[in-house]
């Protein structure tokens, strides 16, 4: 059994991209209101809304730090962002639900969401995804390296240039690999279990796009930046 190994260049990569993690967070504040006085359904909307639009001003920092992202086609960059958005603020949001949140912050939360008007049909989901990921007990490299996986996916519609993606996005998946075998010594199967949960992702996507339309048709606000990502209004 060869011993598993992270080179010296491997260790560079995973410090820029936990760093790059690490540095854009959604502002405590706005996280901080989440867990504030009784809110009404609309008001609930309002700030879920909040997180939202900074969880994608998080998002967009943080691949900008992604090693080659930059040098890669304009527009592919673009559609690597839309076509990975809901999927990684999925990621991220049930990070910082399952791990992040000092305990009895989760329940009130749970309840907000519950309580913003979203329907029944997203929430189970939604839910059944934060315990699944809440489940791994995944460490801080393997939530990070796993958002990058996510956004470095070449099979994104409208991308044009997807082998210079999969160049990008292989590296990434290797040290993910080792990394998994290295701190879950006891689970060889931890690394496929992680690669499920981007499987269960991508059925999210679609909820997403039902629950975008559920809120248009009453009429509900996005921010600017919520209409040009997901393309509404
Ligand atoms: C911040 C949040 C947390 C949990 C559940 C929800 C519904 C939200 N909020 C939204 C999400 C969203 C997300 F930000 C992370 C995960 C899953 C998501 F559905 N997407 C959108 C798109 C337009 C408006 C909002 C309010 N919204």
């Not at 930059?70 to 673009?78: G, V």
């Not at 009429?219 to 509404?232: A, Q, S």
Request: glycine fraction near 2%; proline fraction near 4%.
């Amino acid at each position: 059994k060869e011993k598993v190994e992270i080179t010296k260049e491997q260790e560079a990569l995973m410090k820029l991209i936990v760093d790059a993690y690490n540095k854009h967070q959604i502002p405590q504040d706005v996280t901080k209101k989440l867990l504030q006085e009784q809110y009404s359904t609309e008001e609930n909307f309002i700030l879920l809304t909040e997180i939202a639009t900074s969880q994608v001003q998080v998002l967009v920092e943080f691949t900008k730090n992604i090693p080659g992202f930059l040098s890669l086609d304009h527009e592919d960059q673009i559609a690597l962002l839309k076509g990975s958005a809901v999927e990684a603020m999925f990621l991220r949001s049930a990070q910082v639900f399952s791990r992040k949140m000092p305990i009895g912050h989760t329940e009130v939360l749970e309840e907000r969401i519950r309580k913003s008007g979203i329907s029944e049909e997203f929430i189970t989901p939604l839910f059944n995804f934060y315990k699944s990921v809440g489940e791994l007990h995944m460490s801080l490299e393997e939530q990070a390296l796993l958002t990058a996986v996510t956004i470095l996916t070449p099979d994104r519609p409208y991308v044009k240039d997807q082998q210079t993606v999969e160049l990008l996005q292989e590296p990434m998946v290797d040290l993910l690999k080792k990394l998994c075998v290295l701190q879950h010594p006891q689970e060889p199967q931890y690394f496929a279990r992680l690669l499920g949960r981007l499987t269960e992702l991508r059925t999210l996507n679609h909820y997403h796009a039902e629950m975008l339309t559920s809120w248009r048709v009453n009429d509900h606000k996005f921010t600017p930046l919520l209409c040009e990502i997901w393309d509404v209004q």
